[in-house]
Nanobody, 124 residues
Framework: HVHLVESGGGLVQAGGSLRLSCAASGRTFSRDIMGWFRQVLGKEREFVAALRGSDGRTFYEDSVKGRFTISRDNAKNTVYLQMGSLKPEDTAVYYC?????????????????WGQGTQVTVSS
C-alpha cells in the first residue's frame, strides 16, 4: 500500500520561499513519475511539477517555471518542491502524487495515489 505524506507548507510573504517534502513509503519509487499538484477551494486540482524517475526529466506548469524546482532523494524515498519568488496566487493546498496510469503526467485524474496535502499561504 502506497503512502505519501507532504510537509513543509505554511504562511510566507510574497517573494519568499518554501520547500515542500513528500515522503513515500510502501515500495521503492525511484523509477516512478512523482508529481506535485495544487488546489484552491472550489477549483480543480492543477498540475505544478513532475519528475520522471527513469531519466530525471522534469516538467513544470508555465506559471512556476524558473521559480519552482522539483527534485528527489531516492535514498530517502522523498520528493521535494523548492518554491521561490512566491506570489499570492501560489496560495493553495499542495499535493504530491504517484502511480501514474498513463503518459499524461500533467493530468491529476491519471494518478492513483495521493498524499493528504499541505497548505501554502502567500501573503501580499
Amino acid at each position: 500500500h502506497v503512502h505519501l505524506v507532504e510537509s513543509g507548507g505554511g504562511l510566507v510573504q510574497a517573494g519568499g520561499s518554501l520547500r515542500l517534502s513528500c515522503a513515500a513509503s510502501g515500495r521503492t519509487f525511484s523509477r516512478d513519475i512523482m508529481g506535485w499538484f495544487r488546489q484552491v477551494l472550489g477549483k480543480e486540482r492543477e498540475f505544478v511539477a513532475a519528475l520522471r524517475g527513469s531519466d530525471g526529466r522534469t516538467f513544470y506548469e508555465d506559471s512556476v517555471k524558473g521559480r519552482f524546482t522539483i527534485s528527489r532523494d531516492n535514498a530517502k524515498n522523498t520528493v521535494y518542491l523548492q518554491m521561490g519568488s512566491l506570489k499570492p496566487e501560489d496560495t493553495a493546498v499542495y499535493y504530491c502524487a504517484t502511480d501514474l496510469r498513463s503518459l499524461s503526467w500533467y493530468r491529476a485524474s491519471d494518478y492513483g495515489s495521493w498524499g493528504q496535502g499541505t497548505q501554502v499561504t502567500v501573503s501580499s
